[in-house]
Protein backbone atom coordinates (compact mmCIF):
# COMPACT_ATOMS: atom_id res chain seq x y z
CA UNK A 1 0.00 0.00 0.00
CA UNK A 2 1.10 3.33 -1.01
CA UNK A 3 0.90 6.06 1.59
CA UNK A 4 1.85 8.97 -0.84
CA UNK A 5 -1.69 10.72 -0.49
CA UNK A 6 -1.92 9.93 3.47
CA UNK A 7 1.46 11.89 4.15
CA UNK A 8 0.85 14.47 1.57
CA UNK A 9 -2.66 15.00 2.98
CA UNK A 10 -0.95 15.08 6.15
CA UNK A 11 1.88 17.68 5.18
CA UNK A 12 -0.81 20.09 4.36
CA UNK A 13 -2.45 19.60 7.43
CA UNK A 14 0.53 20.61 9.61
CA UNK A 15 1.08 23.22 7.54
CA UNK A 16 -1.95 24.80 7.82
CA UNK A 17 -1.74 24.50 11.43
CA UNK A 18 1.66 25.81 11.74
CA UNK A 19 0.28 28.52 9.51
CA UNK A 20 -2.74 29.41 11.88
CA UNK A 21 -0.42 28.82 14.74
CA UNK A 22 1.83 31.39 13.51
CA UNK A 23 -0.82 34.38 12.33
CA UNK A 24 -2.36 33.43 16.38
CA UNK A 25 1.95 33.79 17.64
CA UNK A 26 2.55 36.81 15.66
CA UNK A 27 -0.85 38.42 17.21
CA UNK A 28 0.40 37.85 20.51
CA UNK A 29 3.87 39.01 19.87
CA UNK A 30 4.16 40.97 16.69
CA UNK A 31 5.69 40.26 13.06
CA UNK A 32 8.30 37.18 13.51
CA UNK A 33 10.87 36.34 11.33
CA UNK A 34 10.61 32.54 9.82
CA UNK A 35 13.70 31.40 11.61
CA UNK A 36 12.12 33.06 15.04
CA UNK A 37 8.75 31.36 14.77
CA UNK A 38 10.62 27.95 13.83
CA UNK A 39 12.56 28.35 17.06
CA UNK A 40 9.41 29.00 18.65
CA UNK A 41 7.76 26.13 17.69
CA UNK A 42 10.30 24.21 18.87
CA UNK A 43 10.41 25.65 22.11
CA UNK A 44 7.84 27.41 22.92
CA UNK A 45 5.37 25.14 25.37
CA UNK A 46 2.29 26.94 23.96
CA UNK A 47 3.20 24.81 20.41
CA UNK A 48 4.07 21.97 21.84
CA UNK A 49 0.83 20.69 21.52
CA UNK A 50 1.50 20.05 18.01
CA UNK A 51 4.43 17.71 18.29
CA UNK A 52 2.61 14.98 18.20
CA UNK A 53 1.25 15.23 14.51
CA UNK A 54 5.13 16.25 13.49
CA UNK A 55 6.13 12.85 15.07
CA UNK A 56 3.43 10.93 13.20
CA UNK A 57 4.79 12.02 9.69
CA UNK A 58 8.25 11.86 10.69
CA UNK A 59 7.20 7.98 12.17
CA UNK A 60 5.85 6.93 8.14
CA UNK A 61 9.39 8.45 6.76
CA UNK A 62 10.79 6.03 9.38
CA UNK A 63 8.96 2.89 8.65
CA UNK A 64 10.01 2.31 4.98
CA UNK A 65 8.47 0.31 1.94
CA UNK A 66 9.50 -3.11 2.18
CA UNK A 67 7.09 -6.10 3.25
CA UNK A 68 8.13 -6.24 6.43
CA UNK A 69 6.69 -2.80 7.05
CA UNK A 70 3.12 -3.79 6.23
CA UNK A 71 1.78 -3.99 9.57
CA UNK A 72 4.01 -0.86 10.88
CA UNK A 73 2.18 0.70 8.03
CA UNK A 74 -1.73 -0.89 8.89
CA UNK A 75 -0.73 0.34 12.79
CA UNK A 76 0.56 3.39 11.85
CA UNK A 77 -3.12 4.43 9.44
CA UNK A 78 -5.02 3.26 12.57
CA UNK A 79 -2.96 5.89 14.77
CA UNK A 80 -3.27 8.54 12.39
CA UNK A 81 -7.12 7.76 12.00
CA UNK A 82 -7.52 7.61 15.82
CA UNK A 83 -5.26 10.93 15.85
CA UNK A 84 -6.79 13.03 13.45
CA UNK A 85 -10.29 11.82 14.88
CA UNK A 86 -9.90 14.52 17.92
CA UNK A 87 -12.45 12.66 19.57
CA UNK A 88 -10.33 12.42 23.05
CA UNK A 89 -9.93 15.08 25.77
CA UNK A 90 -5.80 15.54 25.85
CA UNK A 91 -4.12 18.22 24.37
CA UNK A 92 -4.23 17.58 21.14
CA UNK A 93 -7.77 16.91 20.60
CA UNK A 94 -8.87 19.60 22.42
CA UNK A 95 -6.31 22.04 20.01
CA UNK A 96 -6.69 19.98 16.93
CA UNK A 97 -10.55 20.03 17.04
CA UNK A 98 -10.68 24.02 18.06
CA UNK A 99 -8.87 24.89 14.78
CA UNK A 100 -10.89 22.46 12.86
CA UNK A 101 -13.61 24.54 13.67
CA UNK A 102 -11.51 27.89 13.64
CA UNK A 103 -9.94 27.47 10.21
CA UNK A 104 -11.03 26.73 6.99
CA UNK A 105 -7.42 26.07 5.39
CA UNK A 106 -7.55 23.40 8.87
CA UNK A 107 -10.47 22.02 7.81
CA UNK A 108 -10.48 21.40 4.03
CA UNK A 109 -6.90 19.51 5.23
CA UNK A 110 -8.05 17.38 7.83
CA UNK A 111 -10.95 16.43 5.43
CA UNK A 112 -8.64 15.56 2.79
CA UNK A 113 -6.29 13.58 5.33
CA UNK A 114 -9.21 12.13 6.02
CA UNK A 115 -10.53 11.01 2.65
CA UNK A 116 -7.38 9.82 2.20
CA UNK A 117 -7.25 7.25 5.35
CA UNK A 118 -10.22 5.90 4.37
CA UNK A 119 -9.49 5.20 0.75
CA UNK A 120 -6.80 3.78 1.95
CA UNK A 121 -8.55 1.36 4.60
CA UNK A 122 -11.04 0.40 1.75
CA UNK A 123 -7.99 -0.73 0.00
CA UNK A 124 -6.10 -3.18 2.11
Same mark, same amino acid.
Given at each position: ??DTL?R? &????L??A?? #?F?R??? #??A?G???S? @???????????L?W???L??L?A /????? &?DG???A?P???W???? /?????? /?GK????V????RI?L???? @???HA??M????E??? @??
Amino acid at each position: MDDTLIRS &GLISLHGALV #EFERRAY #EKAHGRTASG @AFLQALVRDPALAWLAPLTSLIA /RLDEL &GDGKDAATPRRTWRARA /RSMLSA /RGKGEFDVKYAERIQLSPDV @AFAHAATMHALSEARR @AA
